[in-house]
């Protein structure tokens, strides 16, 4: 076969036409698997979670339930249900994408239905809208970090921020709409019932046909051998004794968590979260108390998601085509300036919008900049471990920060000296980013000719 050329070392100060020419690189199953990716992403909860609005009042309206009481059914699973990546972090490092992927999809596609089915008890309701999104989360994110990590290593922190991150921001925004005739044609249960069927009839079939990743695991974690002649990830003619196993490079789990690197990550992007995930959910009564009314609240938040687009793309692009961290303390200092601006907004429309946009930059930042410093400062080893806990607690940050901005409110004259405290957090997140030391682990860690589908009259040997 002959030889294949190299990926470009474009983050070393080449040209922008280097950087996008070296993706035509990638096999064939790396860009099936990307499809995989964003179509997953589409139908994963991060995404669908745009219409539970639209589910709240019929459901409380129906049995009888105050709408605060259903509003919590649906907001602990989101909180709690992450909790649940590291363990398929753990399984995806141990048995491989699929074997994870597959069974979870299912499971979602299956929950997702019950959710109609279970009748007026907020146990059941609760516990089905749980598994829900803990299938699912386990077998979209939990899955589509370490295949976007392996597949795309050198154009890693832009496929985070595309595939994983706009992806479910763009189907957010669809779905909203959607959403809302669903309900209303459909109602809430029927509604549930064709999530299910979409689910089942579009996502399990992607994650069947189109997932794969460079090389097929053997039982030992954190290793990988060659993959076969199909190019699809499967084992080929070299398995059992004879493949030669390929261990990632990479710390161990637990290693990786006793590094004062995980710790500042980690900081990081749950102040990041944090803070703007309070502004956020608390936008109509934190903007109305500043003189805005509740539809330019409604339009500031629809700039903040087009700017969370964005800046996850630019971020992307900045992080892949730099050596150092540093690349992304203009992205997180967007914080501190977005609250500096909204504590001196009043009424002044301009002002509203361009504190929103700079938070908005920075909305996804757990799922994009988190991921790409994980696989950076501890390897691929264990990077789905590692990566889903430290997106769960970005999770649980989002979850509880906006209850903890209302509480701080309610405790005091208005939202002024809760947005003073977020203001000096994002300052010290800044600081905290400045200090990150540089990689540990080079982005080329991939071998294009190991990933590329090999002829059949070719043995792996000579490959």
Request: positive net charge; hydrophobic residues 50%.
């Amino acid at each position: 076969m002959p030889a294949i050329e190299p990926v470009p070392a474009h983050s070393n100060g080449s040209s922008w036409r280097t950087y996008v020419s070296s993706l035509r690189v990638y096999p064939p199953a790396a860009w099936r698997a990307a499809i995989a990716c964003a179509i997953v992403m589409a139908l994963s909860p991060a995404a669908l979670i745009a219409i539970t609005p639209f589910f709240v009042g019929p459901v409380s309206q129906q049995y009888g339930w105050a709408q605060s009481e259903t509003l919590t059914l649906y907001s602990l699973p989101m909180i709690v249900a992450p909790l649940a990546l590291p363990l398929a972090g753990r399984w995806v490092d141990l048995w491989g994408v699929r074997v994870v992927a597959i069974p979870c999809f299912v499971l979602y596609a299956v929950t997702t239905a019950l959710v109609a089915e279970m009748g007026a008890s907020e146990i059941r309701l609760g516990l089905a809208i749980g598994l829900s999104n803990m299938f699912g989360f386990m077998g979209s994110v939990g899955v589509y970090y370490k295949v976007v990590s392996e597949w795309f290593p050198h154009h890693r922190a832009v496929g985070f921020s595309v595939l994983i991150g706009a992806t479910g921001s763009l189907a957010g925004a669809v779905y909203s709409p959607l959403g809302q005739f669903a309900v209303h044609t459909l109602g809430w249960r029927g509604t549930y019932l064709a999530l299910g069927l979409v689910i089942l009839l579009i996502g399990v079939p992607t994650q069947i046909f189109l997932l794969s990743e460079p090389g097929s695991r053997t039982d030992q974690p954190g290793a990988r051998i060659a993959t076969s002649d199909t190019g699809t990830g499967e084992p080929g003619a070299h398995t059992g004794a004879d493949a030669p196993s390929v261990p990632l490079p990479g710390m161990s789990f637990l290693a990786s968590l006793w590094t004062r690197r995980w710790v500042s990550v980690v900081f990081v992007i749950v102040g990041t979260s944090g803070i703007v995930a309070a502004v956020r959910q608390n936008a109509v009564a934190l903007l109305g108390e500043r003189g805005y009314s509740a539809g330019l609240a409604s339009l500031s938040l629809s700039a903040l998601m087009i700017a969370s687009v964005i800046g996850q793309f630019v971020s992307g692009v900045a992080l892949d085509r730099t050596r150092t961290p540093r690349a992304g303390v203009l992205f997180f200092a967007c914080v501190p300036v977005g609250i500096a601006i909204l504590l001196t907004a009043h009424g002044n429309r301009w002002q509203l919008m361009l504190a929103m946009c700079l938070l908005g930059v920075v909305v996804g930042a757990e799922a994009t900049v988190g991921a790409y410093l994980v696989s950076r400062y501890f390897g691929l080893r264990a990077f789905a471990q590692v990566q889903g806990l430290t997106m769960g607690i970005g999770s649980l940050s989002i979850g509880i920060a906006p209850i903890v901005l209302q509480w701080a409110r309610e405790h005091s004259s208005n939202y002024s000296g809760a947005l003073v405290g977020a203001l000096v957090i994002g300052i010290a997140v800044v600081a905290v980013a400045l200090s990150l030391p540089r990689y540990a682990y080079p982005a080329a860690e991939f071998d294009p000719e190991a990933a590329r589908p090999h002829r059949k009259t070719e043995s792996l040997d000579n490959a």
